[in-house]
């Protein structure tokens, strides 16, 4: 193998650069050459492809987002475009390609492997939700939480200044990792997850305990996909039920994804890119490198987008426990 490409695709997260960063240098290091592709797999079909010096990758560890940025594209979903997308790569003479993405960079990979095998895609997990299956954190993950757990405690003063509820909406359409972390990390009251059933009369009941109790200020983490519809129509039941309460919604949003990444985002990035290189170069393909239990493991692109990692429910029973 001689040249090689990486490109980030679907939303971005803290450590994608760190991860761009690690595949450029150690894939230079190791005698090849690197490009860049831009803007995921509308890039490689548009052939926004171009060479990637260890310069080019100077002083971009500490940014947030991804100087190589991301889309979602509709054409690669199609016959037509992923023959755009093989044309463009075979012009460049590019054999291996790093994915840094989530599942849907994953499904894409694999569907493109299967029908032209003959450039290897290995992956690497760079998403916020920490939902992949075969690695024990994503890229993205640590400081998607500490972001939120940083505004959640700002929220607190507020909240203990004001005797107010609060519902705080953190990002987590299918997966509640982020959600179940920063309760715990931030003494909430309750957490609501797209994994669990929610029982609204349960979680007043809680709260007017609570209330009864003197305690007047309460922190409620809502996971954007709970089924019972988000902070907002979850904070007007609970207001129509307990007008007594003085109830606020929180939606942080974007804000989640951007940002400085921590230094355990930056060495596990780092770490993934550099064995996503080596396992190019060692002939692997169509898979995802992930780390579990400090160990890196090889999962295939299928496995890796299918199986969800589930939710620890000692971890759910510990928000109850301590609230």
């Keep these: ?3 090689i490409a990486v490109f980030t695709s679907g939303g971005d997260s803290p ?19 690197v490009f860049g592709i831009r803007s995921g797999y509308e890039g490689m079909i548009e052939g926004d492809i171009y060479p990637l010096e260890k310069n080019a990758v100077s002083n971009i560890i500490q940014l947030g ?11 690669f979903h199609t016959v037509e475009g992923r023959k755009k997308a093989y044309q463009n790569l075979r012009k460049h003479q590019i054999e291996g390609v790093v994915a840094i993405g989530g599942d849907g960079t994953f499904r894409g990979a694999h569907v493109f492997m299967q029908e032209y095998p003959d450039i290897a895609f290995v992956g690497t997990p760079g998403t916020i939700d ?13 400081t998607a939480i500490n972001t939120a757990m940083n505004a959640i405690d700002n929220i607190k003063d507020t909240a203990n200044a004001h005797n107010r509820l609060f519902f705080v909406e953190v990002m987590g359409r ?18 609501l997850l797209p994994e669990t059933t929610t029982d609204l009369g349960k979680l007043i ?7 009864r109790n003197k305690k007047r200020a309460s922190i409620v983490v809502v996971s954007e996909g709970d089924e019972a519809g988000g902070a907002f129509k979850i904070a007007d039941h609970v207001k129509e039920k307990c007008p007594q309460f003085d109830i606020k919604v929180a939606i942080l949003g974007h804000i989640q994804r951007g940002g400085r990444p921590s230094c355990s985002e930056r060495v596990l990035a780092s770490r993934l890119g550099l064995e996503a290189v080596r ?13 579990v239990n400090k160990e890196i493991v090889f ?25």
Excluded at 15 to 30: E, P
Excluded at 174 to 189: K, R
């Design 65 to 75: 987002g991804t100087i190589l940025q991301t889309a979602r594209s509709k054409e």
């Design 205 to 211: 009941e809680q709260l007017e305990n609570n209330y």
């Design 15 to 33: 450590g994608m650069n760190a991860c761009i960063r690690a595949v450029t240098r150690s894939g230079l290091a190791m005698g090849l050459e």
């Design 1 to 3: 193998m001689k040249r």
């Design 279 to 291: 396992a190019l170069v060692a002939g692997k393909k169509s898979v995802m490198v992930g780390e």
């Design 299 to 323: 999962t295939p692109f299928d496995h890796a987008a299918k199986k969800h990692q589930e939710i620890n429910p000692v971890l759910i029973e510990m928000v109850d426990l301590l609230a």
């Design 130 to 142: 920490n939902d992949l299956f075969g690695t024990d954190f994503t890229i993205g993950f640590d």
């Design 174 to 191: 299918d997966a509640g990792f982020i959600a179940l972390n920063t309760a715990i990390a931030t003494g909430a009251e309750a957490v």
